[in-house]
C-alpha cells in the first residue's frame, strides 16, 4: 500500500515565531516516518504582501533551515519551494475558474490582511487561497498539519476538490486538516486576544524561534496576564492560559499537572521556568539551524532534489487535470 500523503508550507515573509513552531513546523518531522511527507517553503504566497527581494531570497533559505534544524530529513520528506515546480501556478489558474468570488469574499485572512495592507490590495492577496488548495491538492494529499488560523482555507479546498470531483470524475484527493485543538493557536504575549504573528508591528508580542535567552526572558516576563494572582487554567485569564500552552507544548506535560505544579505559585516562578524551558527547547534548534544557514551550497542541493521529486509528483495531477478540462495534449 502507498503512503498517505502530508503537505504543509509556511510563507517566508518574516522570522518565524512560536506560534508557527507550536502550531505547525514541530510537527512536522513526526510525520514524516509514517507519511509521505511535502514540505514547502511558499515563497509565491509572500510576494502577496510587499517584499524586499533580498530579503525574501534570505527568508526563503531562513525557513528553509528551520524546517531541517526541527529534524525534517530530506531523505524521508520531500523538503522544496513553492515557485520551483510550475504546477502550482499551473493548476492555480485552472482552480480561480473553480472558486466563486463570494467563497472569496468569506475568507477572514483575506478581510484581516486587506485592512492592514490598504496600499497594496492585490487580486492576489484575495485569491491566495486558491494557490493554497492548489498546493494541497497537487500531491493527493490526505493530511494538512497547520494552526488553527488555515482551518477556513482547508474547508475552501476541500470544496474546490469536491466540486472538480463532481463536476468530471475523481481528481484530487478530498484533504483532511491535522490542527491541534489548544495548540492550534498561540496568541499574542502583549494581547491573548489575537493571534501570535510574525507580521506584528510589535515585536514584544511573539517569541521568535531565534531569539536568545536574554530576549525570551525579557518578553516572557514582560507578557500580558492579570491581576488576581490565582495560577489558574481559565478562559478569564486569557493572558496565562496561553502561557500554559506554550508551556504544555515545550514540555509535553498536560495543563492539570503544570497547574498542579504551579498552585501558590507566583507568575513570576512560572515566567521565569516557562522562559528556560523555551529556550532550553529551542537552543538545539538554533545550533542547527545556524550551521545550516551556514552552508547555502548544501541548502540549495536539498531544494533542487526536492523540486525534482515534487515536480514528478505535481506533473501527475496536473496532466489529468488539463485532460479532464478538455486542453490538448502537448
Ligand atoms: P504563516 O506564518 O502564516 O506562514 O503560518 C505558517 C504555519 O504556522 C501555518 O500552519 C499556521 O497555521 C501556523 N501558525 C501561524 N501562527 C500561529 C499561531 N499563532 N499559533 C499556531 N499556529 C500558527
Ligand atoms: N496559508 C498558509 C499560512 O499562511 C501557508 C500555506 C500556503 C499553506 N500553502 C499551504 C499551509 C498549503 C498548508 C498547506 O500559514
Not at 514540505?39 to 510587499?50: K, P
Not at 498552585?263 to 538545539?284: C, M, R
Not at 545550516?292 to 536539498?302: A, S, T
Amino acid at each position: 500500500m502507498d503512503k498517505k500523503v502530508v503537505f504543509s508550507g509556511v510563507q517566508p515573509s518574516g522570522l518565524l515565531t512560536v506560534g508557527n513552531y507550536i502550531g505547525a513546523i514541530r510537527n512536522f518531522h513526526t510525520l514524516q516516518e509514517e507519511y509521505d511527507c511535502y514540505y514547502c517553503v511558499v515563497d509565491m504566497h509572500a510576494i502577496t504582501v510587499t517584499q524586499v527581494p533580498k530579503d525574501l531570497r534570505e527568508k526563503t533559505f531562513q525557513v528553509l533551515s528551520l524546517y531541517l534544524a526541527s529534524g525534517l530529513d530530506p531523505e524521508k520528506a520531500t523538503v522544496f519551494i513553492q515557485s520551483h515546480v510550475p504546477a502550482h501556478a499551473e493548476l492555480n489558474w485552472v482552480l480561480n475558474c473553480f472558486t466563486y468570488m463570494g467563497q472569496l469574499n468569506r475568507m477572514t485572512q483575506y478581510k484581516d490582511k486587506a485592512v492592514k495592507h490598504q496600499d497594496n490590495l492585490n487580486a492576489g492577496l484575495f485569491t491566495y487561497p486558491v494557490l493554497m488548495a492548489s498546493d494541497i491538492l497537487l500531491y493527493q494529499t490526505s493530511y494538512v498539519p497547520v494552526g488553527e488560523d488555515q482551518r477556513q482555507h482547508l474547508e475552501l479546498t476541500r470544496d474546490i476538490a469536491q466540486r472538480f470531483n463532481a463536476r468530471y470524475s475523481p481528481t484530487f484527493e478530498v484533504p483532511e486538516g491535522l490542527i491541534a485543538k489548544e495548540m492550534g493557536k498561540i496568541m499574542s504575549l502583549k494581547d491573548p486576544e489575537s493571534k501570535m504573528s510574525k507580521s506584528d508591528p510589535d515585536e514584544n508580542a511573539s517569541i521568535f524561534v531565534l531569539d536568545d535567552e536574554d530576549t525570551i526572558v525579557r518578553k516572557i516576563r514582560r507578557s500580558v496576564t492579570d491581576s488576581e494572582a490565582n495560577f489558574c487554567y481559565r478562559d478569564e485569564q486569557p493572558g496565562l492560559k496561553n502561557l500554559i500552552h506554550i508551556y504544555q507544548a515545550f514540555s509535553d506535560e498536560s495543563v492539570e499537572n503544570i497547574v498542579k505544579h504551579y498552585e501558590g505559585s507566583s507568575y513570576n516562578q512560572f515566567k521565569e521556568d516557562l522562559a528556560q524551558l523555551i529556550y532550553q527547547k529551542l537552543s538545539p534548534v538554533q545550533e542547527r539551524y545556524k550551521e545550516l544557514m551556514g552552508d547555502k551550497k548544501h541548502l540549495e542541493e536539498i531544494y533542487r532534489i526536492g523540486s525534482e521529486k515534487a515536480s514528478y509528483q505535481a506533473n501527475k495531477t496536473l496532466r489529468k487535470v488539463y485532460k479532464k478540462v478538455g486542453f490538448l495534449p502537448r
